[in-house]
Protein backbone atom coordinates (compact mmCIF):
# COMPACT_ATOMS: atom_id res chain seq x y z
CA UNK A 1 0.00 0.00 0.00
CA UNK A 2 1.35 2.94 -1.46
CA UNK A 3 0.87 6.13 1.12
CA UNK A 4 2.22 9.46 0.87
CA UNK A 5 2.00 13.03 2.18
CA UNK A 6 2.02 16.63 1.92
CA UNK A 7 3.11 18.39 5.38
CA UNK A 8 3.26 22.11 5.06
CA UNK A 9 4.04 24.33 7.75
CA UNK A 10 1.20 26.70 8.58
CA UNK A 11 2.95 29.92 8.68
CA UNK A 12 2.41 31.25 5.91
CA UNK A 13 0.47 30.73 2.20
CA UNK A 14 1.55 28.24 0.36
CA UNK A 15 3.67 29.02 -2.93
CA UNK A 16 4.33 27.07 -6.18
CA UNK A 17 7.16 25.60 -4.38
CA UNK A 18 4.62 23.90 -2.09
CA UNK A 19 2.65 23.19 -4.61
CA UNK A 20 5.61 21.31 -6.18
CA UNK A 21 5.70 19.16 -3.65
CA UNK A 22 2.25 18.31 -3.22
CA UNK A 23 1.46 17.55 -6.86
CA UNK A 24 4.47 14.89 -6.47
CA UNK A 25 3.13 13.25 -3.68
CA UNK A 26 -0.44 13.30 -4.49
CA UNK A 27 0.39 11.85 -7.87
CA UNK A 28 2.16 9.41 -6.61
CA UNK A 29 -0.65 8.26 -4.04
CA UNK A 30 -3.30 8.41 -7.05
CA UNK A 31 -1.23 6.71 -9.46
CA UNK A 32 -0.70 3.61 -6.72
CA UNK A 33 -4.16 3.49 -5.38
CA UNK A 34 -2.80 4.77 -2.25
CA UNK A 35 -3.64 7.36 0.30
CA UNK A 36 -3.09 10.66 0.51
CA UNK A 37 -2.01 12.46 3.73
CA UNK A 38 -2.00 16.05 4.24
CA UNK A 39 -0.27 16.25 7.40
CA UNK A 40 -0.35 20.11 9.05
CA UNK A 41 3.43 20.38 10.41
CA UNK A 42 1.86 22.90 13.65
CA UNK A 43 4.49 22.34 16.20
CA UNK A 44 5.72 25.83 16.35
CA UNK A 45 2.79 27.61 18.41
CA UNK A 46 3.64 31.03 17.91
CA UNK A 47 4.41 30.99 13.67
CA UNK A 48 1.33 28.24 13.41
CA UNK A 49 -1.67 30.61 12.16
CA UNK A 50 -5.16 28.49 11.85
CA UNK A 51 -6.28 30.90 8.83
CA UNK A 52 -3.11 29.51 7.21
CA UNK A 53 -4.13 26.16 7.71
CA UNK A 54 -7.25 27.12 6.00
CA UNK A 55 -5.97 29.06 3.29
CA UNK A 56 -4.05 25.97 2.25
CA UNK A 57 -6.81 23.48 2.04
CA UNK A 58 -8.77 26.57 0.22
CA UNK A 59 -5.87 26.09 -2.06
CA UNK A 60 -5.07 22.80 -2.58
CA UNK A 61 -9.15 22.29 -2.88
CA UNK A 62 -8.95 24.82 -5.54
CA UNK A 63 -6.39 22.79 -7.22
CA UNK A 64 -8.50 19.70 -6.93
CA UNK A 65 -5.99 18.29 -4.80
CA UNK A 66 -7.84 16.07 -2.21
CA UNK A 67 -6.28 14.59 0.59
CA UNK A 68 -7.74 11.09 2.06
CA UNK A 69 -7.28 12.74 5.37
CA UNK A 70 -5.47 15.91 7.86
CA UNK A 71 -3.02 14.76 10.00
CA UNK A 72 -2.18 17.81 12.92
CA UNK A 73 1.01 17.28 14.28
CA UNK A 74 0.05 19.64 17.44
CA UNK A 75 -2.50 17.49 18.50
CA UNK A 76 0.31 14.31 19.02
CA UNK A 77 2.93 16.04 20.83
CA UNK A 78 2.23 12.96 23.31
CA UNK A 79 3.81 10.27 20.78
CA UNK A 80 6.81 12.57 20.13
CA UNK A 81 7.43 12.86 23.75
CA UNK A 82 7.12 9.23 24.03
CA UNK A 83 9.70 8.70 21.09
CA UNK A 84 11.93 10.78 22.93
CA UNK A 85 12.03 8.94 26.12
CA UNK A 86 12.94 5.73 23.75
CA UNK A 87 15.92 7.50 22.28
CA UNK A 88 16.72 8.61 26.05
CA UNK A 89 16.34 5.31 27.19
CA UNK A 90 18.43 3.67 24.13
CA UNK A 91 21.02 6.54 24.92
CA UNK A 92 20.79 8.33 22.00
CA UNK A 93 19.47 11.29 23.06
CA UNK A 94 21.39 13.69 25.26
CA UNK A 95 20.61 17.57 27.12
CA UNK A 96 23.00 20.35 25.82
CA UNK A 97 23.40 23.57 27.30
CA UNK A 98 25.08 26.54 24.81
CA UNK A 99 23.93 29.36 24.19
CA UNK A 100 23.50 30.28 20.16
CA UNK A 101 26.56 32.86 20.91
CA UNK A 102 28.33 29.85 22.23
CA UNK A 103 27.67 27.75 19.32
CA UNK A 104 28.10 30.50 16.66
CA UNK A 105 31.60 30.74 18.30
CA UNK A 106 32.74 27.38 18.45
CA UNK A 107 31.40 27.40 14.81
CA UNK A 108 34.12 30.32 13.78
CA UNK A 109 36.78 28.77 15.49
CA UNK A 110 36.05 25.19 13.52
CA UNK A 111 35.80 27.40 10.31
CA UNK A 112 38.96 29.53 10.81
CA UNK A 113 40.67 25.80 11.06
CA UNK A 114 39.73 24.78 8.27
CA UNK A 115 37.30 22.00 9.77
CA UNK A 116 33.88 21.84 8.96
CA UNK A 117 31.53 23.51 11.46
CA UNK A 118 30.41 20.49 13.24
CA UNK A 119 28.84 20.12 16.89
CA UNK A 120 31.66 19.05 19.09
CA UNK A 121 29.39 16.78 21.46
CA UNK A 122 30.84 18.96 24.24
CA UNK A 123 27.90 18.07 26.12
CA UNK A 124 28.33 14.35 26.34
CA UNK A 125 31.02 14.50 28.32
CA UNK A 126 29.19 16.25 31.14
CA UNK A 127 28.24 14.46 34.24
CA UNK A 128 24.97 14.69 36.38
CA UNK A 129 26.63 17.23 38.47
CA UNK A 130 27.88 19.19 35.69
CA UNK A 131 24.24 19.44 33.96
CA UNK A 132 22.39 19.91 36.89
CA UNK A 133 24.87 22.92 37.50
CA UNK A 134 24.19 24.23 33.99
CA UNK A 135 20.32 23.66 33.82
CA UNK A 136 20.06 25.72 37.19
CA UNK A 137 21.58 28.59 35.44
CA UNK A 138 20.52 28.45 32.51
CA UNK A 139 17.41 26.52 32.28
CA UNK A 140 16.56 23.37 30.41
CA UNK A 141 18.95 22.22 27.63
CA UNK A 142 18.38 21.08 24.20
CA UNK A 143 17.86 17.65 22.88
CA UNK A 144 20.17 16.40 20.74
CA UNK A 145 19.85 13.24 19.12
CA UNK A 146 23.28 11.60 18.53
CA UNK A 147 24.23 10.21 15.38
CA UNK A 148 25.98 7.19 14.55
CA UNK A 149 28.93 8.21 12.85
CA UNK A 150 28.88 6.11 9.82
CA UNK A 151 27.95 6.29 6.02
CA UNK A 152 24.26 7.15 5.71
CA UNK A 153 22.96 5.83 2.51
CA UNK A 154 20.02 5.46 0.26
CA UNK A 155 18.42 5.58 -3.36
CA UNK A 156 17.00 8.90 -3.84
CA UNK A 157 14.05 8.87 -6.42
CA UNK A 158 15.68 11.81 -8.02
CA UNK A 159 18.65 12.26 -7.45
CA UNK A 160 20.28 8.76 -7.12
CA UNK A 161 22.45 7.16 -4.51
CA UNK A 162 23.61 9.53 -2.11
CA UNK A 163 26.21 8.95 0.78
CA UNK A 164 26.24 11.20 3.70
CA UNK A 165 28.55 10.63 6.28
CA UNK A 166 27.04 11.27 9.53
CA UNK A 167 30.31 12.83 11.09
CA UNK A 168 29.92 15.65 9.27
CA UNK A 169 26.45 16.33 10.27
CA UNK A 170 25.95 17.76 13.83
CA UNK A 171 23.53 16.06 16.00
CA UNK A 172 20.60 17.46 15.37
CA UNK A 173 18.45 18.77 18.33
CA UNK A 174 15.09 17.55 18.41
CA UNK A 175 13.38 19.30 21.28
CA UNK A 176 14.04 22.65 22.47
CA UNK A 177 14.81 24.14 25.61
CA UNK A 178 11.37 25.31 26.13
CA UNK A 179 10.24 21.78 25.15
CA UNK A 180 9.00 22.70 21.52
CA UNK A 181 9.49 18.89 19.98
CA UNK A 182 10.90 20.24 16.49
CA UNK A 183 10.09 18.74 12.87
CA UNK A 184 12.86 16.45 12.87
CA UNK A 185 11.49 14.12 15.11
CA UNK A 186 7.72 14.92 14.82
CA UNK A 187 8.16 14.27 11.12
CA UNK A 188 10.03 10.99 11.70
CA UNK A 189 7.76 9.55 14.34
CA UNK A 190 4.43 10.36 12.05
CA UNK A 191 6.56 8.64 8.87
CA UNK A 192 7.13 5.92 10.95
CA UNK A 193 3.21 5.52 12.79
CA UNK A 194 1.10 6.51 9.91
CA UNK A 195 3.36 3.89 7.64
CA UNK A 196 4.36 6.49 4.50
CA UNK A 197 5.96 5.00 2.35
CA UNK A 198 7.63 7.43 -0.04
CA UNK A 199 8.73 10.89 0.88
CA UNK A 200 9.19 13.66 -1.66
CA UNK A 201 10.21 16.85 -0.78
CA UNK A 202 12.57 20.03 -1.91
CA UNK A 203 16.07 18.99 -1.91
CA UNK A 204 16.92 21.15 0.76
CA UNK A 205 15.88 18.45 2.71
CA UNK A 206 18.72 16.44 2.29
CA UNK A 207 20.78 16.44 5.31
CA UNK A 208 17.66 16.36 7.38
CA UNK A 209 17.03 13.11 5.54
CA UNK A 210 20.59 11.58 6.26
CA UNK A 211 19.53 12.40 10.19
CA UNK A 212 16.15 10.71 10.07
CA UNK A 213 17.13 7.75 8.59
CA UNK A 214 18.81 7.03 11.50
CA UNK A 215 16.43 8.34 14.00
CA UNK A 216 13.71 6.03 12.17
CA UNK A 217 16.10 3.27 12.29
CA UNK A 218 16.63 3.99 16.02
CA UNK A 219 12.93 3.82 16.67
CA UNK A 220 12.76 0.46 15.07
CA UNK A 221 10.66 1.80 11.89
CA UNK A 222 11.21 1.03 8.22
CA UNK A 223 12.82 3.71 6.05
CA UNK A 224 10.56 5.51 3.24
CA UNK A 225 11.58 5.57 0.03
CA UNK A 226 12.96 9.22 -0.04
CA UNK A 227 12.92 11.82 -3.10
CA UNK A 228 14.53 15.05 -3.47
CA UNK A 229 13.36 17.12 -6.19
CA UNK A 230 15.25 20.52 -6.80
CA UNK A 231 14.34 23.64 -6.15
CA UNK A 232 12.26 26.76 -8.30
CA UNK A 233 14.75 29.24 -9.36
CA UNK A 234 13.53 32.58 -11.45
CA UNK A 235 13.83 32.24 -15.26
CA UNK A 236 17.39 33.60 -15.25
CA UNK A 237 18.57 30.87 -12.88
CA UNK A 238 18.43 33.40 -9.72
CA UNK A 239 17.08 32.24 -6.55
CA UNK A 240 13.42 32.37 -5.99
CA UNK A 241 13.55 31.88 -2.10
CA UNK A 242 12.63 35.49 -1.66
CA UNK A 243 9.89 35.99 -4.80
CA UNK A 244 8.26 32.56 -3.67
CA UNK A 245 5.70 35.28 -1.05
CA UNK A 246 4.79 36.36 -4.63
CA UNK A 247 4.05 33.51 -6.19
CA UNK A 248 1.26 32.42 -3.87
CA UNK A 249 -1.30 30.20 -4.95
CA UNK A 250 -3.97 32.54 -3.68
CA UNK A 251 -1.84 35.53 -6.00
CA UNK A 252 -1.69 32.81 -8.94
CA UNK A 253 -5.61 32.25 -8.54
CA UNK A 254 -6.09 36.02 -8.04
CA UNK A 255 -4.43 36.88 -11.37
CA UNK A 256 -6.73 34.59 -13.43
CA UNK A 257 -4.45 31.45 -13.47
CA UNK A 258 -6.81 28.17 -14.56
CA UNK A 259 -6.33 25.23 -11.71
CA UNK A 260 -5.03 22.87 -15.00
CA UNK A 261 -2.37 25.81 -16.52
CA UNK A 262 -1.24 25.51 -12.72
CA UNK A 263 -0.71 21.38 -12.73
CA UNK A 264 0.21 20.78 -16.06
CA UNK A 265 3.18 22.88 -15.81
CA UNK A 266 4.52 21.63 -12.28
CA UNK A 267 4.01 18.07 -12.88
CA UNK A 268 6.55 18.61 -16.03
CA UNK A 269 8.52 21.10 -15.16
CA UNK A 270 12.05 20.05 -14.76
CA UNK A 271 11.54 16.15 -16.05
CA UNK A 272 12.26 15.21 -19.14
CA UNK A 273 8.93 15.45 -20.51
CA UNK A 274 7.59 17.98 -22.42
CA UNK A 275 5.16 20.74 -20.55
CA UNK A 276 1.39 19.74 -22.07
CA UNK A 277 -1.96 21.45 -21.45
CA UNK A 278 -3.76 17.95 -19.52
CA UNK A 279 -7.41 19.08 -18.22
CA UNK A 280 -8.45 16.57 -16.73
CA UNK A 281 -6.20 14.99 -13.22
CA UNK A 282 -6.37 11.00 -14.38
CA UNK A 283 -4.22 11.94 -17.58
CA UNK A 284 -1.94 13.90 -15.33
CA UNK A 285 -1.45 11.11 -12.69
CA UNK A 286 -0.93 8.18 -15.33
CA UNK A 287 1.44 10.11 -17.28
CA UNK A 288 3.57 10.99 -13.91
CA UNK A 289 6.84 9.17 -13.37
CA UNK A 290 9.65 10.96 -11.06
CA UNK A 291 12.31 8.87 -12.19
CA UNK A 292 11.87 11.31 -15.23
CA UNK A 293 12.95 14.71 -13.02
CA UNK A 294 16.63 15.64 -13.40
CA UNK A 295 18.37 17.30 -10.00
CA UNK A 296 19.42 20.45 -11.74
CA UNK A 297 17.61 23.30 -10.22
CA UNK A 298 14.37 24.20 -11.77
CA UNK A 299 13.57 27.38 -13.68
CA UNK A 300 9.99 28.57 -13.25
CA UNK A 301 8.65 31.72 -15.41
CA UNK A 302 5.28 32.42 -14.38
CA UNK A 303 4.54 33.70 -17.83
CA UNK A 304 4.43 29.91 -18.76
CA UNK A 305 0.96 29.97 -17.00
CA UNK A 306 -0.53 32.56 -19.09
CA UNK A 307 -0.70 30.85 -22.30
CA UNK A 308 -1.87 27.38 -21.14
CA UNK A 309 -4.43 29.64 -18.90
CA UNK A 310 -5.56 30.60 -22.50
CA UNK A 311 -5.64 27.39 -24.30
CA UNK A 312 -7.49 25.55 -21.40
CA UNK A 313 -9.83 28.66 -21.21
CA UNK A 314 -10.29 28.33 -25.30
CA UNK A 315 -11.01 25.06 -25.14
CA UNK A 316 -14.23 25.65 -22.70
CA UNK A 317 -17.99 24.84 -24.27
CA UNK A 318 -20.41 27.19 -23.38
CA UNK A 319 -21.62 25.03 -20.68
CA UNK A 320 -18.51 25.29 -18.60
CA UNK A 321 -18.24 28.86 -18.64
CA UNK A 322 -22.13 29.79 -18.64
CA UNK A 323 -22.19 30.45 -14.45
CA UNK A 324 -19.32 33.01 -14.96
CA UNK A 325 -20.82 35.13 -17.88
CA UNK A 326 -24.34 35.23 -16.34
CA UNK A 327 -22.16 36.87 -13.04
CA UNK A 328 -20.84 39.20 -15.51
CA UNK A 329 -24.45 40.46 -16.03
CA UNK A 330 -24.84 39.13 -19.63
CA UNK A 331 -28.05 38.53 -20.55
CA UNK A 332 -28.72 34.73 -21.06
CA UNK A 333 -30.18 35.33 -24.73
CA UNK A 334 -26.96 36.99 -25.80
CA UNK A 335 -24.38 35.20 -23.57
CA UNK A 336 -23.54 32.00 -26.10
CA UNK A 337 -22.69 34.30 -28.34
CA UNK A 338 -20.80 36.55 -26.59
CA UNK A 339 -18.48 33.74 -25.38
CA UNK A 340 -18.41 32.58 -29.26
CA UNK A 341 -17.21 36.00 -30.27
CA UNK A 342 -14.98 36.78 -27.30
CA UNK A 343 -13.24 33.31 -26.13
CA UNK A 344 -10.27 33.68 -29.12
CA UNK A 345 -9.32 36.94 -27.40
CA UNK A 346 -8.56 36.11 -23.50
CA UNK A 347 -6.07 34.75 -21.70
CA UNK A 348 -7.82 34.46 -18.03
CA UNK A 349 -11.26 34.51 -17.64
CA UNK A 350 -10.85 38.46 -16.03
CA UNK A 351 -10.31 39.44 -19.86
CA UNK A 352 -14.06 38.84 -20.53
CA UNK A 353 -15.10 41.51 -18.34
CA UNK A 354 -13.01 43.95 -19.96
CA UNK A 355 -14.88 42.47 -23.41
CA UNK A 356 -18.36 42.81 -21.40
CA UNK A 357 -17.97 46.41 -20.26
CA UNK A 358 -16.90 46.97 -23.99
CA UNK A 359 -19.61 45.53 -25.59
CA UNK A 360 -22.17 47.08 -22.91
CA UNK A 361 -21.05 50.36 -22.25
CA UNK A 362 -19.59 51.24 -25.61
CA UNK A 363 -15.49 51.66 -25.59
CA UNK A 364 -13.82 55.31 -25.33
CA UNK A 365 -13.53 55.80 -29.37
CA UNK A 366 -9.67 55.64 -30.12
CA UNK A 367 -9.38 58.08 -33.28
CA UNK A 368 -6.04 59.53 -34.26
CA UNK A 369 -6.13 63.28 -35.44
CA UNK A 370 -5.01 62.39 -39.58
CA UNK A 371 -8.47 59.61 -39.03
CA UNK A 372 -10.48 61.66 -37.50
CA UNK A 373 -12.19 62.91 -41.37
CA UNK A 374 -11.75 59.25 -42.58
CA UNK A 375 -13.90 57.83 -39.49
CA UNK A 376 -16.75 60.41 -39.69
CA UNK A 377 -17.28 59.67 -43.84
CA UNK A 378 -17.12 56.08 -42.78
CA UNK A 379 -19.86 56.39 -39.95
CA UNK A 380 -22.10 57.79 -42.56
CA UNK A 381 -21.97 54.33 -44.93
CA UNK A 382 -22.63 51.71 -41.84
CA UNK A 383 -25.52 49.97 -43.16
CA UNK A 384 -29.13 50.56 -42.02
CA UNK A 385 -31.12 48.09 -40.26
CA UNK A 386 -30.43 45.01 -38.47
CA UNK A 387 -26.32 43.96 -38.64
CA UNK A 388 -25.23 40.52 -39.53
CA UNK A 389 -22.21 38.95 -40.21
CA UNK A 390 -21.69 40.10 -43.40
CA UNK A 391 -22.28 43.74 -42.69
CA UNK A 392 -18.89 44.43 -42.12
CA UNK A 393 -17.51 43.32 -45.53
CA UNK A 394 -20.27 45.54 -46.92
CA UNK A 395 -19.53 48.30 -44.71
CA UNK A 396 -15.94 48.27 -45.33
CA UNK A 397 -16.08 47.69 -49.20
CA UNK A 398 -18.60 50.75 -49.19
CA UNK A 399 -15.99 52.81 -47.22
CA UNK A 400 -13.01 51.26 -49.24
CA UNK A 401 -14.82 52.46 -52.25
CA UNK A 402 -15.88 56.03 -51.05
CA UNK A 403 -12.29 56.72 -49.69
CA UNK A 404 -9.92 54.65 -51.71
CA UNK A 405 -8.17 53.44 -48.06
CA UNK A 406 -7.69 50.03 -48.09
CA UNK A 407 -5.87 47.07 -45.79
CA UNK A 408 -4.46 48.15 -42.49
CA UNK A 409 -5.10 51.65 -43.24
CA UNK A 410 -9.09 50.94 -43.64
CA UNK A 411 -9.87 48.63 -40.91
CA UNK A 412 -7.20 49.38 -38.26
CA UNK A 413 -8.84 53.42 -37.28
CA UNK A 414 -12.18 51.82 -37.98
CA UNK A 415 -11.66 48.81 -34.94
CA UNK A 416 -10.09 51.36 -32.83
CA UNK A 417 -13.18 53.84 -33.54
CA UNK A 418 -15.47 50.93 -32.07
CA UNK A 419 -13.51 48.95 -29.69
CA UNK A 420 -10.92 51.38 -28.74
CA UNK A 421 -8.39 49.09 -28.71
CA UNK A 422 -6.01 47.81 -31.88
CA UNK A 423 -6.91 43.99 -30.74
CA UNK A 424 -9.65 41.93 -30.31
CA UNK A 425 -12.47 39.57 -31.95
CA UNK A 426 -13.40 39.50 -35.29
CA UNK A 427 -14.59 42.48 -36.53
CA UNK A 428 -17.34 40.90 -38.35
CA UNK A 429 -18.92 39.19 -35.29
CA UNK A 430 -18.39 42.10 -33.08
CA UNK A 431 -20.54 44.45 -35.22
CA UNK A 432 -23.25 42.60 -34.69
CA UNK A 433 -23.50 41.93 -31.27
CA UNK A 434 -22.64 45.99 -30.48
CA UNK A 435 -25.71 46.49 -32.02
CA UNK A 436 -27.82 44.40 -30.23
CA UNK A 437 -26.32 45.27 -26.88
CA UNK A 438 -26.25 48.65 -27.58
CA UNK A 439 -30.17 48.40 -29.13
CA UNK A 440 -30.75 47.30 -25.15
CA UNK A 441 -29.25 50.29 -23.67
N1 LIG B 1 6.98 20.89 7.25
C1 LIG B 1 8.13 20.53 6.49
C2 LIG B 1 8.36 21.57 5.43
O1 LIG B 1 7.43 22.24 5.06
C3 LIG B 1 7.89 19.17 5.85
C4 LIG B 1 9.07 18.59 5.17
C5 LIG B 1 8.80 17.12 4.83
O2 LIG B 1 8.11 16.89 3.86
O3 LIG B 1 9.26 16.27 5.57
O4 LIG B 1 9.47 21.79 5.01
Not at 21 to 43: Q, V
Not at 192 to 213: K, Y
Request: aromatic fraction near 8%; hydrophobic fraction near 40%; glycine fraction near 8%.
Amino acid sequence: MTITRFAPSPTGYIHVGNLRTALMNFLIARKAGGTFILRIDDTDPVRSKEEYVDALKEDLDWLGLHWDRVERQSERLDRYHDAADRLREMGRFYEAFETPTELDLKRKKQLNMGRPPVYDRAALALDDAARDKLRAERGPGVWRFKLDQQRIEWDDGVLGDIIIDAASVSDPVLIRGDGQVLYTLASVVDDTEMGVTHVVRGSDHVTNTATQIQIIEALGGSVPQFAHHSLLTGPQGESLSKRLGTLSLRDLRAQGVEPAALLSLMARLGSADPVELRTDMDALIEGFDISRFGAAPTKFDVADLFPLTAHYLQGLDYATVKPRIAALGVPDDLAPQFWAVTRDNITTLGDLDAWWAMFRDGAEPVIEDEDAEFIAEAMTLLPEGKLDETSWSAWTTAVKEETGRKGKALFMPLRKALTGQAHGPEMAQVLPLLQVIRARG
